[in-house]
């Protein structure tokens, strides 16, 4: 976990995973890598180096957006009560959503909404489920939201209050390869342009 370097530490932490486990490249069946949304130079770095491996190795290439991760890590009760709404951080106010009824079935498309969209999208979905699970590093502040403006609706944390985790990339990617089912693309899921501005002159 890192604030920044990646681009630098994660070719490194590959080859000493590698050297660890005794494997090499022609051991590996599938290369995952998250397509986002998330760190826009973060998604960029994951994605050069996942399908360099791939290119150069000959090894398979899935994507898996952050979404499908964390909704891997959900227990099968968990996905027994209904519906579950994964909110993500997106290192400022609002959010990353997507609405799911099953690990690899979502029900809406991912998109991004400011603080008070949250609860029109809440509403536009008509949830019969009670209560509404939500998950993923920004459920704690999207339920505290939710509640406090949509008193009618009942809100659940689920067990996962985490972004994506490596392991569950791993997961799906590999299930995804194996099932024969539809696989996610492998182009950068960003949901918005880069939060970047142009140098502003002093002279």
């Given at each position: 976990i890192?604030?920044?370097g990646h681009a630098e530490a994660l070719v490194p932490l590959i080859e000493e995973a590698m050297?660890?486990?005794?494997?090499?490249?022609?051991d590996i069946d599938v290369i995952a890598a998250t397509v986002g949304p998330g760190s826009f130079t973060g998604i960029r770095v994951g994605l050069a180096t996942a399908k360099g491996i791939s290119a150069s190795a000959g090894i398979a290439f899935i994507g898996v957006t952050s979404f499908e991760a964390v909704?891997?890590?959900?227990?099968?009760n968990e996905w027994n009560n209904g519906p579950v709404l994964i909110a993500l951080e997106t290192k400022r106010t609002d959010?990353?959503?997507?609405?799911?009824d099953n690990i690899y079935s979502p029900i809406s498309e991912?998109?991004?909404?400011?603080?008070d969209g949250i609860l029109?999208?809440?509403?536009?979905?008509?949830i019969n489920s009670d209560p509404l699970l939500v998950v993923g590093d920004g459920a704690e502040r999207a339920a505290i939201e939710i509640k406090n403006g949509l008193k009618q609706i009942k809100i659940s944390l689920g067990s996962v209050l985490v972004g994506p985790d490596a392991t569950d990339v791993a997961v799906t990617a590999f299930e995804k390869s194996l099932s024969g089912g539809?696989?996610?693309?492998?182009?950068?899921?960003y949901l918005r342009p880069p939060h970047v501005n142009p140098p502003v002159r002093t002279d």
């Open positions: 890192m604030e920044r050297l660890a486990v005794c494997f090499t490249f022609k909704a891997a890590a959900l227990s099968t959010y990353y959503i997507q609405l799911f991912p998109t991004v909404v400011t603080r029109s999208y809440v509403e536009r979905l008509k539809k696989i996610t693309s492998i182009d950068p899921l």
